[in-house]
């Protein structure tokens, strides 16, 4: 997959995939990663509902779930960049995952189903469509989640799954490790040992839209590129110009 299939602009990112695909911990890390606010679309509906996530499939049914996920996600979606973990069945909804891909990079996370089924048991949040009674509270000590109800998910979820361009694949990652692998796919990085902090995107296209870049996050000009003969030699006429385009002054300062 080329990272150019991705946004240059600061844009969110949301984390989209089966349940025990690592999307709230990954989440969690990368938007720490990026300097960014992390937000769980199924904690915010049970702030907003004033009900956990299985009482609403209960009391009120998978379909108006499906609802409470597409209001409360347009709602959060009005704040600036953030990391936004999704519920596994939020974008099977053809409008919501319409609101989601315009609202920035949707990456679909994986894995095989015996790690997914490991990692549900191992997880203390009840799963209302993966219990062996999807839509009644779990009685204490009860399984989480049924290796059949996730096979039979799975099943029905491949093709919609399998519709994102945009995966990665957490069966033999750690979180730490799918993290790192996110942010080569986005070519998204933070870096805070600088003082101060700043923002680096690797990203094909990104010097052709360097000004753009900029403007997005604030920056005033004027601006001076430093660079050294060898480079400045390739690329100098090329920054320039799209800074110059974004209404910047900018010149170029070559050492050797």
């Known amino acids: ?33 990026l300097n960014l606010s992390f937000v769980d679309l199924d904690v915010e509906i049970e702030a907003r509902s004033g009900m956990l996530v299985p009482e609403i499939f209960a009391s009120q049914g998978e379909a108006r779930f499906r609802e409470w996920e597409r209001t409360t996600l347009e709602l959060i979606l009005a ?5 936004i973990a999704l519920g596994g069945g939020a974008l099977t909804v053809p409008e919501t995952r319409q609101l989601a891909e315009r609202a920035g990079d949707v990456i679909l996370l994986h894995a095989a189903p015996d790690a997914l ?37 799975l099943a029905r979820r491949s093709g919609h799954y399998e519709s994102f361009e ?52 604030g920056l005033n000009g004027p601006v001076a590129v430093v660079t050294d003969e060898n480079v400045g030699g390739l690329y100098l006429p090329r920054v320039l110009e799209s800074l110059q385009k974004s209404g910047y002054e900018a010149r170029g300062i070559t050492i050797p």
Do not use: C
């Open 1 to 33: 997959m080329s990272n150019s299939t991705f946004n240059l602009q600061p844009s969110t990112v949301l984390l989209y995939g089966p349940s025990g695909s690592g999307k709230s911990t990954i989440g969690r890390l990368l938007a720490e990663n």
């Open 79 to 83: 704040s600036d960049e953030q990391v």
């Open 117 to 153: 089924l490991a990692r549900l048991q191992a997880d203390d949040d009840p799963r209302p469509l993966l219990a062996p009674s999807p839509l009644a509270p779990l009685p204490e000590g009860e399984v989480k989640a049924s290796a059949e109800k996730l096979e039979s998910m």
């Open 166 to 217: 945009r995966k990665l694949d957490t069966t033999h990652l750690s979180p730490e490790e799918s993290t790192w692998e996110l942010q080569i796919k986005l070519g998204r990085y933070h870096l805070k040992a600088m003082s101060p902090a700043y923002d680096v995107r690797v990203q094909p296209g990104g010097l052709d839209e360097l000004g753009v870049l900029m403007q997005a996050r």
